[in-house]
């Protein structure tokens, strides 16, 4: 057994923890807060309980609202000149995945100048060393997916070049984070559904994947057995506390997993479909091709998956988890998928899975059994033609 | 409902053969005071030859501080602190057990704080003091037993009152902790089971104190699980790598992080007040030696949480709801590893002194515990312990 645990971020996490924004020691004194152009945050008063907040701790806010969903290279460099022409010196995530993400990415340019894809690697990333540190950086979760609260990534999408990569620095773990399940009771049906999928395929892939450890398999096992437990509650009603809590939790262990293990082919899959077609929300990404993903590991690791299903509350049986999985997808939602409205094209199948190579090998490079091209091709097709 | 912070920014470096990672990972300063013990072992060892070498290749400055006494004292710390500022070191090296990584901490303290160490001390005589801020501290550990390595403690006796407390501060977390279990494969036996039962104590009371969390169950149950395994197989045989690895990693890290977010109870006072009177006394064996009594006193006051611990030890132990298979587990522990019926009175400890161990250790305070203790409840669980 060996590994390397480095997560330096202050975790605040329950009902009631936003409040402590208030009176905490917060690393600077002008905040550059990130939302989504949709404007959630705005009307469901959870930016201006922000804003109150730090003026309350006598910090001042500047907000950015063009965060898109699968955030862009162009939408973080629009973070970052507003940033650099206000003065900030932290930036926020306030939001899902997409806010908190866009915040990292801009901490980074922000301090070190340039372009965000001079830090990023991928096909034309330049993969410079984010040698100047970042800004602080404060994440306010308000959804359970990304696990990016307590990781060191920012998955960010030039839409020229059709790349959705990571940035991946130590620099960019949040200082800290805070998870307040009140903040998510009003997620949607579907979206609190793939966003579920994410954090369990975080979990699941970090379980199977060859850099795995006991450590991140105690964090991933506990993971799974969570979304088990909290998702469907979670999905069915949306002010059940113990499933939003639950289903929190296992975010934030699915984040320790992705800080300690990594993913595998099926997240390379999964942003290779969202790259091509930006629409398609990560978590129905993977839902689409995660069972024929996982019976094709199934033929290799099934033992790992035998594991997972008895983390379940199954029969420690392969076949089992793939199982749970396909009755998860039923249950949730999170299997209606119409692949048309997303425009994606089966007979593009071998174009997604060479995206998936040339993009995010290292993803790919996680499995314990590579991945071959038409084997990939074949579960993208599969996945597709239903 | 519940809620919990963490905060643990120890960068773990953890395997067999890491100690090499040395030279590779960024040093938080150019000048160290590497602490190490009296009795030499680290020299003897050649472990101390093998760290400085490393620092030499990477243009690491050193200064050895050897002068570290088993139950550091408050003296020794002050005289490492003066020792760093005399030398202009700018991080200190904790290398050893537990003594040595919290000789370092509580240095690393006074090179931010000016006075005595006790005026920070938040319990007994000491001045309550806030901390502010300390010098950074990298631990290269060669025991299994104190999870100090990634928490935010130390634990020091003032060697004019007699009094064991512990210091804690966020600034003292270590920055670097490289974990080698090949390091431990020499360490003797007895010294091995009162560091093992001195982690599943840890896990134990973590899991029991009334600041657990669910973050801290997961680290507990599986520290627990882990010791209950691994322990009586070291106990056999030192050597075996695979045993040192598992025991190592319950004790130094999954017991770390459950201290840096939950807290050990009323044992680990009891425990820490007698090796404070007592100095031969070990801390590992200062909780073995009240354990199976102090648990037959409380196990009826969390009966679930006492099964659940059943279960962490030994799968295939029945929950009845009365905790009764933790004390068969414990008892079967201590059995099988030939430490029940340690002698207290072999560490010098009269009996007559338990009424004033008791009184001393209720007046620390017993403030983590879900359940009452009386001075009476003490003194008649030491009174059964007594051999």
Redesign the interface.
């Known amino acids: 057994?060996?590994?390397?645990?480095?997560?330096?971020?202050?975790?605040?996490?329950?009902?009631?923890?936003l409040d402590e924004l208030g009176t905490i020691k917060l690393p600077g004194k002008k905040a550059l807060i990130c939302i989504t152009g949709g404007g959630s945050m705005k009307k469901l008063g959870y930016l201006d309980r922000v804003i109150e907040l730090f003026k309350k701790n006598h910090v001042d806010s500047v907000v950015f609202d063009q965060v898109q969903p699968n955030p862009t290279s162009k939408g973080v460099m629009a973070a970052v000149e507003l940033g650099i022409r206000e003065g900030v010196d932290f930036t926020v995530g306030l939001g899902g995945g997409s806010c908190i993400d866009t915040a990292k990415a801009t901490a980074v340019v922000i301090r070190n100048g340039g372009n965000v894809w001079d830090y990023m690697g991928g096909i034309t990333g330049k993969l410079k060393p984010v040698s100047k540190g970042a800004l602080p950086i404060i994440v306010i979760s308000t959804t359970s997916g990304t696990g990016s609260e307590v990781n060191p990534f920012a998955v960010i999408t030039k839409e020229e070049t059709f790349e959705k990569i990571d940035l991946s620095s130590d620099q960019v773990f949040p200082a800290i984070t805070v998870v307040d399940p009140c903040l998510q009771t009003s997620v949607p049906k579907s979206l609190t559904a793939f966003q579920g999928m994410d954090v369990l395929f975080h979990s699941a892939e970090g379980y199977i994947c060859n850099c795995a450890t006991?450590?991140s398999d105690?964090?991933a096992l506990?993971s799974i057995s969570l979304v088990a437990k909290h998702l469907i509650a979670a999905v069915e009603d949306g002010n059940n506390?113990?499933a939003r809590?639950g289903m929190c939790?296992a975010n934030i262990y699915a984040g320790m997993v992705e800080s300690t293990a990594g993913c595998t082919s099926e997240h390379a899959i999964g942003h290779s479909l969202s790259a091509m077609h930006p629409s398609l929300p990560h978590g129905a990404a993977l839902s689409l091709v995660c069972v024929e993903c996982f019976k094709y590991y199934a033929r290799f690791i099934p033992d790992k998956l035998a594991q997972m299903a008895a983390a379940v509350g199954r029969r420690a049986e392969a076949s089992e988890f793939i199982d749970f999985l396909e009755d998860l997808l039923r249950e949730t939602g999170a299997g209606n998928i119409d692949i048309g409205e997303y425009g994606l094209d089966p007979t593009k199948a071998e174009e997604y899975a060479k995206n998936s190579y040339d993009v995010t090998q290292v993803l790919h490079d996680c499995d314990i059994y590579p991945m071959p091209l038409d084997e990939c091709t074949e579960i993208i097709s599969k996945s597709l033609i239903r | 409902?519940?809620?919990?912070?963490?905060?643990?920014?120890?960068?773990?470096?953890?395997?067999?053969g890491?100690l090499n990672e040395l030279t590779n990972i960024k040093l938080p300063g150019k000048k160290a005071l590497i602490c190490i013990t009296e009795d030499q072992l680290m020299r003897k060892l050649g472990i101390l030859d093998r760290v400085t070498a490393l620092l030499d290749k990477i243009d690491i400055e050193y200064f050895i501080f050897d002068r570290v006494t088993p139950n550091p004292t408050r003296k020794g710390v002050m005289e490492a602190s003066v020792e760093a500022k005399d030398k202009g070191c700018d991080f200190f090296i904790g290398l050893g057990g537990g003594s040595s990584i919290d000789t370092a901490k509580a240095a690393a303290i006074m090179m931010k704080n000016p006075g005595d160490l006790w005026e920070y001390a938040s319990a007994g005589t000491g001045g309550g003091k806030a901390v502010e801020g300390a010098f950074p501290v990298v631990t290269i550990t060669t025991t299994a037993g104190t999870g100090t390595e990634c928490d935010p403690w130390c634990v020091i006796t003032n060697e004019r009152t007699n009094e064991k407390l512990d210091f804690g501060t966020e600034a003292v977390f270590p920055k670097v902790s490289i974990i080698d279990p090949e390091l431990m494969l020499t360490l003797p036996r007895t010294l091995t089971l009162y560091q093992g039962f001195d982690a599943l104590f840890h896990a134990i009371e973590c899991y029991i104190a009334n600041c657990a969390v669910?973050l801290t169950n997961?680290y507990c149950l599986?520290a627990v699980s882990i010791v209950s395994k691994w322990l009586p197989v070291v106990a056999k045989d030192g050597g075996n790598l695979e045993a040192r690895?598992?025991m190592s990693?319950a004790a130094n890290?999954l017991c770390g992080f459950a201290q840096s977010l939950s807290a050990t109870t009323s044992p680990h006072i009891i425990g820490q007040c007698m090796s404070g009177l007592y100095p031969n006394l070990a801390h590992g064996a200062s909780l073995i030696v009240l354990a199976e009594e102090y648990y037959k006193k409380v196990v009826g006051f969390l009966p679930g949480m006492f099964d659940t611990l059943g279960k962490a030890m030994d799968e295939s132990s029945k929950q009845d709801g009365t905790g009764k298979c933790f004390l068969d587990a414990l008892i079967g522990l201590l059995n099988e590893t030939e430490m029940r019926h340690l002698p207290m009175s072999g560490f010098g400890i009269p009996k007559g002194d338990i009424p004033e161990i008791a009184r001393i250790s209720k007046g620390i305070g017993f403030g983590f515990d879900r359940y009452e203790l009386s001075i009476d409840d003490i003194i008649k669980i030491l009174q059964k312990s007594y051999c």
């Open positions: 057994m060996e590994f390397n645990y480095h997560i330096p971020t202050k975790i605040l996490f329950g009902q009631g923890k006991p450590f105690m964090y506990q506390m113990e809590e939790l | 409902m519940f809620s919990f912070e963490s905060y643990i920014p120890t960068r773990v470096v953890f395997g067999p890491k669910e997961l599986e690895i598992q990693y890290v």
